[in-house]
């Protein structure tokens, strides 16, 4: 048994994380001041003996402190997310992105935890045009959201070399799957549309809709964090490994294959038409990671492609609606 903080721990990933390492045996204590988290997606869980919730914010140190004693993994999930959020309040992306990361880095630091396991992003890579994305190969930042991530990468590396505290980078591709907020001006793309068509209104497509990315399940991030935990490869421990599948989607066949899950539970959402709008500021055209150094190194061997997720996302979507 594992004592493991998961910070984010009411979020999207960070909520799924916690019910996944619980159902394991492990003790599980979620960090979150519920900015963008939510109770009822850690309330099944507040009477298990081995769950605790601290409320609390990662920017108050002191917290951080608290949450880290006598934890042996942390899996830091607690960010701001959204490009556009961070385009419109960059100093609050910062402050968490950033300053709440250092927090948590040194808190862990000083109580001696055996590994720090993070999200980054792939936003990273920034304005780079090689396909597919390799962890070695990045450009310059395009957001102040790529700006904090990259810097957590820095920060992390600093820690591995300098202190000797052992860090993994998980870069997340566009991660999407049951308990995703679909609500809120800074939804992800797949929860958003769900929304919109399960409503018969029409999803505003930015730009053309050719843009591309490697849509990601959630449980293939599950399996990420799992072996990021049980990993005993040194070659794995102080570097960034790519959280993805391995494929590209653009968003006009994204919309054809919600539509077309969707309207197996209701037949009328085939006709909802598609707005096109224009391109967003921040936007990396295209997204495409590989994945060949978590296969080589952890033994990553991502379970769900794009459809099986997005049925799998549909029918969580459509009870939960």
Known sequence: MYSILITGGAGFIGSNLCEFFLNKGHRVTCLDNFATGFKDNISSYLDNANFTLIEGDIRNFETCLVAVKNVDFVLHQAALGSVPRSIKDPITSN????SGFLNM???SRLAKVKRFIYAASSSTYGDSESL???EEVIGNPLSPYAVTK???ELYASVYGKIYG????GLRYFNVFGRRQDPNGAYAAVIPLFVKKLMSYESPIVNGDGNFSRDFTYIDNVIQMNEL????????????VFNTAVGDRTTLNDLLTILKRALSKYDEKIADVPIIHGPNRAGDIPHSL??????????????????????????EWYWKNS
């Open 105 to 107: 880095l040194e808190a």
């Open 165 to 168: 505290l052992e860090t993994i």
């Open 150 to 152: 990259y810097v957590n």
């Open 289 to 314: 990671a590989s994945i060949d150094k978590a296969k080589a190194i952890l033994g990553y061997n991502p379970q769900y492609k794009l459809s099986e997720g997005i049925e799998e996302a549909i």
């Open 228 to 239: 990021a935990i049980e990993t005993s490869n040194p070659l794995a421990l102080n570097t």
């Open 132 to 134: 597919p994305k390799v």
């Open 95 to 98: 402050e968490v992105n950033v």
